[in-house]
């Protein structure tokens, strides 16, 4: 029987919108219900689904507390557990810069899930080079410059002493990036970005979760 009392987040069992909040979750060490759902499911019972009334834009990611809290929306999402869980920077500046690094990020983000959920197998390998070379590699340069200029260069994060939600929104991107044509050598270019990514992929409580079943089920 599913423990009523811990927060459950729902969405496709696919590594897209709902990954950056269980990446913010697993960094916080909530202890939560992943609500995996097929898509295929999803589309055969869609209606039984928004009948529950727990859906409030009529999709997926929705995260949900006890006394019921419901919240959808990815953004909202992150944002509200960012902010419960202190990954937002240490006052209203640096959460305002924070917030503004995971905005540029998430426009790198947005043609991604087009490359790699709508687009032909065959024009892949093209459509992914395409946007490494014209959307992501002329990216890096102003995000590598957040981290150059946060602290005259004595932090390894793009905003502040500690890690927030907009590293883990680049790392996010990073892991499909990677394995696009062109990809690791853009970043290689920006031994702080390297770091970076590096800093995040090490952290223990990301490591743990990566090597569980629920994030392997994708």
Do not use: C
């Amino acid at each position: 029987m599913q423990d009523v009392s811990k927060p459950t987040l729902t969405y496709f069992n696919l590594p897209a919108l709902g990954h950056l909040p269980r990446l913010v979750l697993a960094v916080a060490g909530v202890d939560y219900h992943w609500n995996g759902v097929d898509r295929e499911d999803w589309m055969s019972k869609k209606s039984e689904y928004l009948a529950t009334g727990k859906f409030p834009f009529g999709q997926m990611p929705v995260y949900q507390e006890s006394g019921g809290f419901v919240l959808s929306q990815t953004k909202a999402i992150v944002r509200y557990l960012s902010n419960k869980h202190g990954l937002v920077g240490d006052n209203e500046q640096e959460a305002a810069l924070i917030d503004s690094v995971n905005e540029g990020v998430g426009d790198l983000v947005t043609p991604v899930p087009v490359i790699v959920f709508r687009t032909a197998e065959e024009e892949k390998p093209a459509a992914r080079a395409k946007y490494v070379s014209e959307t992501f590699a002329p990216a890096l340069a102003n995000l590598d410059r957040f981290i150059s200029n946060n602290m005259a260069g004595q932090s390894h994060y793009f905003v502040g002493s500690k890690l927030s939600y907009a590293d883990l929104a680049f790392y996010r991107l990073w892991l499909f990036v990677k394995d696009f044509e062109g990809g690791r050598e853009a970043v290689a270019k920006y031994p702080n970005l390297e770091a970076l990514l590096e800093r995040v992929a090490n952290t223990p409580s990301i490591k743990k979760f990566e090597d569980s079943e629920p994030y392997k089920k994708h």
